[in-house]
């Protein structure tokens, strides 16, 4: 219908309209944003700006339950800094909510983050959790998907985590995937962290202090063995500040150092293999 | 109506429990021609016609079959509106043409019903009320335009479907049709008989026009498709609904609105109608976005479209639509941004439902479970800051909350303390820091009075874990200790 009118306009105007739309689709093209080159997130700790790049796959994985919290806690630092003024996909499944509390938007709010940047998707199961994450994860326009199944999660293999990687490279959303005590498995991550709580600096009257979490880098990939680091999260200054004298401070403690090989921890001698392949 | 049986079976009859005892609801013809009618008790029946088939009624199922016919009925009109129990107006007001007519729509219509087992009656009129009048106590069929008057007149005084006292009182008086009514003066018959009774005489006889409700409000914009041969594949539905969206858009476009809801309605031909609907959490009318949704949808239906003999209508309706500017890209590429970021959560939201993908918004309160709320991310909310924290000083609200909080056993130095250490989860837990107590009063102009004060303090076990816990009440209120619960987690 519409094919007769726009022949002869075409010849009144000498430019026909999918000349014109071919030009309006080329000047469009053209302003949107690459997707690739982001601004390094600034961290405010060496180690994390080497490693916690943007536009990639990492996974945060705390041994216990109870860390789940700490988890989340470090994953949001950091989704702060890497999404970049984006916004920020959270997909939990439901069953997380029972167990390890839901989310409290006002806590958000207290570690620096605006709860309104958040969109929060919540799904029944594993299989969910996955396509919500991936299809934000194709999305150009979000910055950081934060993944969070539960339990035993045998449909997030190799496979599952390629996907996200590469909807991670396409898009340029970073793509963090937290796991409580997952089985050892595979994964196409770009790095990989186990985060637990850590001693706060006490405040006045041995209250308790700002978040801290030790971190540890189990896994890099093509990159150098891994290490511990203790961090402090401050939200005025909105990043990462190392604290060395609680390393020093847990040194002592009788729990805390690692063994080289980590035999010492349950279900970690094979996470050495891991590291090293 | 029931469907009636072949001709060796016994006559049909539908009963009730009407009064504390079983009476016929309604009966097939052939009870009919034995003199059977509704009202009759179900025994008196029996001992008239004793090989009687019977039938409990189930009033709700019959409503929602009416409502299963009346969208099998859109096929014709978008206006469709019940009149219950067991009747449909269709407002046919430029439709008929499409259908050969009114003959032929009606034609069709009658066709479609009886395909599903159904007698029915149909006639079409200039009024609603005409139109049931004709259909029900007349012989139906097409009354032309301007004969209205004239045949309504013919009907029985019964067409006014008065109360019983109403109807025996004008059999008394001798008046048998709606002519003999009509020549009496109004004002003698509303003293008489009230005011309702002349207003339904208008309306009959076609004086007094009247609106349907419809069951489904005419959507702003809709499209439409009807096929000479029914569609069996299931590409080609596609196809016709991308057309659609493509006419809508165009529609939308020229009258500055963008659609929050596209609804597809196939109809196959042996009467089921399928319904897909797609959400946006703003205007839209991008024709690559809807059909998008529309894909999706499809895709996740779990129980995909059973194409069977066919379809042969697809209307697509947009029943939402708000003011939507055309829309103009920064150079920075943000509204890019925007648009993308909306687009996606149209996809979770068609994929996952609207109350899973979520955005908080704060709440003017106190109270710590209440000062967030999760609402749908489509739906459109003021504002509200979020409380500024203060420099320098730890996050004082947990990031995770238990809803309800989990009891805990504690040990307390000092009755008005933090406790020394605590189990939660048959783990120990032993206190190395803490801080409190932040007295939180429970909001009794919600709670009512007896909600307890809730003493919350924040307290660091010895590996770093922080937890949010509170005591519900105080010690010496009563006989009995008071209780300790884990409220939320600290990061």
């Known amino acids: ?277 | 109506m029931p469907p009636s049986g072949a001709p060796g079976e016994p006559p049909l009859v539908v009963v009730g429990r009407i009064d504390s005892g079983l009476r016929l609801v309604a009966v097939d013809a052939r009870a009919a021609a034995l003199g059977l009618e509704p009202d009759l008790g179900l025994a008196d029946a029996r001992a008239r016609v004793p090989n009687l088939a019977v039938a409990e009624a189930d009033p709700e199922r019959d409503a929602a079959l009416l409502e299963r016919l009346a969208g099998l009925c859109e096929f014709f009109t978008p206006l469709v509106a019940l009149d219950a129990p067991d009747g449909l107006v269709l407002d046919v007001t430029g439709c008929a043409h499409l259908f050969g007519g009114e003959a032929g729509l009606r034609g069709r219509a009658l066709a479609r019903l009886s395909r599903l087992g159904l007698q029915t009656r149909a006639a079409v009129a200039a009024t609603p009320d005409a139109t049931r009048a004709f259909a029900r106590f007349g012989d139906g069929g097409v009354i032309a335009p301007g004969d209205d008057e004239a045949l309504a007149r013919a009907l029985p005084i019964a067409a006014l479907e008065a109360p019983a006292a109403t109807a025996l009182a004008l059999a008394r008086a001798g008046l048998r049709s709606l002519g003999d009514l009509a020549d009496r003066p109004s004002r003698v018959l509303s003293a008489r008989f009230g005011a309702p009774l002349v207003v339904r005489l208008g309306r009959i006889l076609g004086r007094e026009d009247t609106r349907v409700t419809p069951l489904r409000a005419p959507p702003d914009c809709l499209a439409e498709r009807h096929f000479p041969e029914p569609m069996t594949q299931t590409e080609a539905i596609e196809g016709v609904i991308e057309d659609l969206v493509r006419s809508v858009a165009t529609t939308l476009k020229g009258r500055g609105l963008g659609g929050r809801r596209f609804e597809a309605t196939l109809f196959r031909v042996d009467g089921v109608v399928r319904r897909l609907a797609v959400e946006t959490g703003g205007p839209a009318r991008e024709v690559a976005s809807v059909i998008r949704l529309f894909r999706l949808r499809l895709d996740t239906l779990a129980d995909p479209i059973d194409v069977g003999c066919g379809f042969d209508a697809v209307r697509l309706a947009v029943p939402e639509t708000e003011p939507m500017a055309p829309l103009q890209h920064g150079l920075d590429g943000r509204g890019v941004e925007e648009t993308d970021m909306a687009d996606l959560v149209d996809r979770l939201v068609t994929r996952f439902g609207r109350e899973r993908v979520l955005r908080f918004v704060a709440r003017d309160t106190h109270h710590p479970v209440r000062a967030a709320i999760a609402v749908p991310a489509t739906v459109a909310v003021a504002r509200r800051p979020w409380p500024e924290p203060e420099p320098g000083n730890p996050p004082t609200r947990p990031l995770r909350l238990f809803e309800p909080p989990q009891p805990i056993e504690t040990l307390a130095e000092v009755p008005d303390g933090p406790p020394l250490r605590f189990r939660w989860r048959r783990v120990l837990h032993e206190i190395a820091r803490a801080e409190g107590p932040e007295r939180i009063a429970p909001e009794w102009w919600r709670d009512g009075e007896s909600e307890p004060t809730r003493d919350y303090y924040r307290i660091e076990d010895a590996e770093g874990r922080r937890f949010w816990v509170f005591r519900e009440g105080f010690y010496g209120e009563s006989a009995e200790r008071p209780h300790w619960y884990l409220h939320g987690l600290f990061a």
């Open chain 1, 1 to 277: 219908m519409s094919e007769d009118p726009s022949a002869s306009r075409r010849s009144r105007m000498g430019v026909s309209l999918p000349q014109l739309r071919g030009l309006l689709e080329a000047a469009s093209a053209a302003t949107l944003p690459d997707a690739t080159p982001r601004p390094a997130p600034g961290f405010g700790l060496a180690v994390l700006d080497d490693t916690l790049l943007p536009g990639t796959l990492h996974e945060l994985q705390a041994v216990r339950e109870a860390d789940g919290a700490a988890l989340a806690g470090f994953a949001l630092g950091a989704a702060q800094r890497l999404a970049g003024g984006r916004a920020i996909v959270w997909v939990r499944q439901d069953f997380l909510d029972a167990e390890g509390g839901r989310v409290h938007p006002p806590g958000l709010a207290e570690i620096g983050l605006d709860p309104a940047a958040v969109t929060l998707v919540r799904t029944r199961d594993v299989m969910g959790v996955l396509q919500a994450g991936l299809e934000a994860a194709r999305c150009r326009a979000v910055g950081v998907v934060l993944i969070e199944p539960w339990g035993e999660t045998r449909a997030l293999d190799l496979t599952a985590s390629r996907r996200l990687l590469l909807a991670a490279h396409g898009s340029g959303a970073t793509v963090i995937l937290g796991r409580i005590a997952p089985p050892p498995g595979p994964s196409a991550a770009e790095t990989r962290w186990r985060v637990s709580a850590a001693p706060s600096r006490p405040e006045p009257a041995n209250a308790p202090g700002a978040p801290a979490f030790r971190v540890e880098l189990l896994r890099r990939r093509g990159g150098a063995p891994g290490g511990t680091w203790c961090v402090e999260w401050n939200r005025d200054r909105n990043r990462f500040e190392e604290r060395g004298d609680l390393a020093g401070a847990t040194l002592s403690r009788a729990v805390v150092p690692l063994p080289a090989d980590r035999s010492a921890l349950p279900g970690t001698g094979r996470a050495a293999v891991r590291r090293t392949g």
